[in-house]
């Protein structure tokens, strides 16, 4: 397995393969990596001969109040376990090489980018477009493999991808889960063992809205009051959002007619996080 921190080393070893007819598979991380992570890889892996991993603490993604300087970085740890998985390259730069003194430049995907996470956090997708668009850039992948976990996130960059023509198929694989339910975050470690078990109320809050769709229910905002019931019996969750939206505008829907996204984050303690699940469509519309 290659290492490599240099832009212009990676851009090459990109044009190499091109040139010898390998297709690229990538995958974008923040490090920290866990099972969840690790499955995007094998997903890289059926679609491309050459799979890439970066792992870059994206500082324009934090804002001011959050967790950047404290987010886990274990790249050594990190690496064995991409080596474990035969990732041929893994691309570490450093922030002053992603962001030189002088950049000005930002990707902002409008309207998109201000919903569900974008809403109370400000900023933080335009730095996930921006950084996105400059791997993409400098990997030239084939393929770019993201979670599903991170739903809003993969609704801004299929616009952005859409928008500037970006010649990249985004590829979402399925949210990874503990046995208990808890959805995989890099941001897990930072739980107590009490609000760990807290936390289990975000997959049950999505299970029983589930449970509610299964037994025919299509109103959205009768599912969303489900769900919300739910989450209230959890005094520690300090909820951000619970929404059942259109999975590629993230507007609310009235029902389930073309399908949609439940989505919710709530806090616990200091350690936010987020869960969420595809409701397939339903009603006249669908049939």
């Given at each position: ?59 324009l ?26 990732v ?139 769900a ?8 520690a ?11 590629d ?22 350690t ?16």
């Amino acid at each position: 397995m290659r290492i490599i921190h240099d832009i212009r080393e990676m851009q090459t070893a990109s044009r190499a393969a091109r040139i010898q007819g390998s297709a690229i598979g990538f995958v974008p991380t923040m490090g920290a990596l866990h099972a969840g992570h690790l499955s995007l890889v094998r997903r890289a892996r059926t679609l491309s001969s050459l799979v890439v991993v970066s792992i870059f603490v994206n500082p324009l993604q934090f804002g001011p109040t959050e967790d950047f300087s404290q987010y886990p970085r274990t790249l050594e740890a990190d690496c064995a376990k991409l080596e474990a998985e035969n990732v041929d390259i893994v691309f570490a730069p450093s922030p002053q090489q992603m962001y030189p003194a002088s950049a000005t430049t930002v990707v902002h995907v409008e309207g998109l980018s201000d919903k569900l996470d974008g809403r109370s956090r400000p900023g933080h997708f335009r730095g996930v477009s921006t950084v996105v668009a400059k791997l993409f850039h400098i990997v030239q992948p084939d393929y770019a493999v993201f979670g599903q976990k991170d739903a809003a996130q993969v609704a801004v960059l299929r616009r952005m991808v859409r928008d500037l023509n970006m010649d990249v198929e985004l590829v979402v694989a399925p949210i990874v889960r503990e046995a208990d339910g808890l959805a995989l975050s890099s941001r897990n470690i930072y739980l107590t063992k009490e609000q760990r078990l807290q936390a289990l109320v975000l997959h049950r809050a999505l299970l029983q809205l589930e449970a509610c769709v299964n037994s025919g229910e299509t109103s959205a905002e009768k599912l969303r009051a489900v769900a919300l019931s739910v989450l209230a019996s959890e005094p520690a969750a300090k909820l951000d959002y619970l929404e059942v939206v259109h999975p590629d505008t993230l507007d609310p829907v009235t029902d389930l007619a073309q399908g949609a996204l439940a989505a919710v984050a709530a806090s616990f303690g200091s350690t936010r996080l987020i869960d969420n699940l595809l409701l397939p469509p339903r009603g006249s519309d669908a049939a």
